[in-house]
């Protein structure tokens, strides 16, 4: 059965707990694995699950217990999850009805990933029960705003490497997207609790969880991705990018000056050198309006086919040709206006999955899953130091098995513990927790209490009349 939605389930029976064996190094990922991941790490997926709902956790001064008035009690149990098992078995509008019965689903069905979903008016897991009543009472009513953005997106700009593949000449394209959305976000938004997470294999996820982000419509959300759009071609299109008018919208023109132009005429030349060949530059030419400017910069670089200069160096010299001939010949038409900062956005601006922000019902793979094709750990990305990120370097589920081998440090570290930053997780754990976690349990707590004292307040000055 493949990508085929099961409406029910019997919880299989706990299997014994496997032996830990020493994996061989060419094995990264298998389900044995996954047994001993969920039954040694219990926060790789509570975590998640206490950021977004809430769960009580004791002696956790910033977590409301589930039984404050103000708490909404049935809040995780309208909570979509979906389970991707073993030869690619699909379970969606997975809901349970506390923390210890997804325990045991998780531990029961060991799952190849796991995806959070929105929060929807009523239980996902009987929903069809609702449905018999001839009105459409199943509707998502909270999701967190979310971003997905994949470097296979950028294969017609990146010469290192192409598909699935990914190296540290190509994955700055990545740190330079978080840096653009991720300050938009924050200044021009003002969003304050947001979560990066590596995919595990070839991009970057991005969660906002301020609560005005959750209750966003998808009409909300769609002009919020909008906002972001920037690509108005296709993959047949020359001309990918259309600044339009005499100047950028500030948003854009902040990217362009703190990001995309340092980074396209230093990292991205020095590693793609983008204009060292005919069948590069002759992308780059294609972006240009005017024939005649094509023509003479064509010659130019024709002639200087055999230099002796590195690729790098021609590139670089090749890019400085080009500012100059379009600046001095802007005038000819209002198109070569914008030029150089168009080739600039279609080489380095975000290539954001809109579709996926746009709607709450779309789902994304949970932080501290492990990504099947390649074995390494969802784990969080400090944005404010993505420069030093190394997806290569990230755990593999693999090494976490051969660190309890070595009876070296536990999985599931605490803020406290001597492990906490020497384990293969722990500085990540540590991120999580002190970084985003903690902020935003502490920012739901308040949100809670004043619109408690609200209500309450309101409901006496209702009495006094």
Not at 53 to 79: A, Q, S, T, V
Not at 100 to 112: G, V
Not at 441 to 454: A, D, N, V, W
């Amino acid at each position: 059965m493949t990508r085929e939605e099961i409406e029910s389930r019997e919880d299989e029976s706990m299997m014994d707990a496997p032996q830990i064996n020493k994996p061989k190094p060419e094995e990264f990922f298998n389900v044995n694995y996954l047994r001993i991941y969920y039954g040694k790490s219990p926060f790789s997926f509570f975590l998640t699950i206490k950021t977004f709902d809430l769960l009580r956790k004791p002696n956790n001064k910033y977590i409301i217990d589930g039984k404050h008035p103000g708490c909404d009690e049935y809040y995780f149990g309208r909570r979509e999850f979906s389970f991707t098992l073993e030869n690619d078995v699909y379970l969606r509008y997975k809901s349970f009805k506390n923390a210890s019965s997804m325990e045991d689903a998780i531990r029961s069905h060991f799952p190849y990933k796991i995806d959070i979903g929105a929060v929807y008016s009523v239980d996902p897991d009987k929903r069809h029960a609702y449905s018999q009543t001839g009105s459409n009472v199943f509707t998502p009513v909270e999701r967190e705003l979310v971003f997905d953005i994949d470097i296979t997106d950028y294969d017609d700009v990146r010469y290192c490497c192409s598909g699935a593949d990914v190296c540290s000449k190509c994955w700055p394209l990545m740190t330079v997207a978080i840096k653009v959305i991720h300050t938009s976000l924050t200044e021009d938004f003002g969003f304050k609790h947001i979560l990066w997470v590596f995919s595990g294999r070839r991009g970057v996820h991005c969660w906002v969880c301020d609560p005005k982000a959750r209750r966003m419509t998808n009409e909300q959300r769609s002009a919020v991705a909008e906002y972001f759009r920037v690509y108005k071609g296709n993959e047949n299109n020359a001309r990918k990018v259309a600044l339009m008018g005499y100047s950028l919208h500030p948003f854009l023109a902040r990217s362009y000056v703190d990001y995309l132009k340092g980074f396209f005429e230093g990292e991205l030349q020095a590693t793609q050198s983008i204009f060292s060949t005919k069948d590069k530059y002759e992308k780059i030419l294609a972006m240009i309006s005017d024939e005649d400017i094509q023509s003479e910069l064509r010659g130019k670089w024709e002639n200087s086919a055999r230099s002796s200069l590195s690729e790098e160096a021609i590139s670089l010299v090749r890019w400085e040709q080009l500012k100059n001939t379009l600046q001095s010949k802007k005038h000819k038409a209002p198109t070569l206006r914008m030029c150089v900062e168009e080739i600039v956005f279609t080489f380095t601006y975000p290539r954001i999955d809109l579709e996926v922000s746009k709607q709450m019902n779309h789902l994304l793979k949970a932080p501290f899953c492990v990504h099947p094709k390649t074995g390494r750990v969802c784990v969080p990305i400090d944005p404010n130091n993505c420069d030093e990120f190394d997806p290569l370097a990230v755990p593999t589920l693999s090494q976490l098995i051969e660190e309890i081998n070595s009876g070296g440090s536990r999985m599931d570290v605490d803020d406290d513990s001597d492990d906490s930053d020497t384990s293969l997780l722990g500085k990540s754990v540590k991120f999580f927790r002190s970084s985003f976690l903690e902020p935003l349990l502490k920012s739901c707590k308040e949100e809670i209490e004043s619109s408690y004292k609200t209500k309450i307040g309101k409901s006496k000055d209702s009495l006094s009349w």
